[in-house]
Nanobody, 121 residues
Framework: VQLQASGGGLVQAGGSLRLSCAAS????????MGWYRQAPGEQRELVAD???????NYADSVKGRFTISNDNAKKTVYLQMNSLEPEDTAVYYC????????????????WGKGTQVTVSS
């Protein structure tokens, strides 16, 4: 299973970016997909995730500014980031949780390589 993320870049404070992450490979099912971020010197933290059924979860710091969505048919998750702040600067990682290759196999978690988001003040 591979997770291909795209959409990072450099933006001024107050601007917007949209991240995409597409999963490929042997995928029978998964529980959720989401985005984490890691700033220099900091631990990786959850930004937002979305269950396959659509239930969403957000970090308090991004509520009201970021929106996560998914397209199950495309096995893709999106993160629309508005009103970006310099504190949002980090490498953003896509995550897929409990991915099963077939109905009788155990699930595993997968990570994408990360995409840099830089917000200038």
């Amino acid at each position: 299973v591979q997770l291909q993320a795209s959409g990072g870049g450099l933006v001024q404070a107050g601007g917007s970016l949209r991240l995409s992450c597409a999963a490929s490979g042997r995928i029978f099912s998964w529980n959720a997909m989401g985005w984490y971020r890691q700033a220099p010197g900091e631990q990786r933290e959850l930004v937002a995730d979305i269950a396959r059924g659509g239930t969403t979860n957000y970090a308090d710091s991004v509520k009201g500014r970021f929106t996560i969505s998914n397209d199950n048919a495309k096995k893709t998750v999106y993160l629309q980031m508005n009103s970006l702040e310099p504190e949002d600067t980090a490498v953003y990682y896509c995550n897929a949780r409990n991915v099963r290759a077939s109905w009788d196999e155990f699930g595993m978690d997968y990570w994408g390589k990360g995409t840099q988001v830089t917000v200038s003040s």
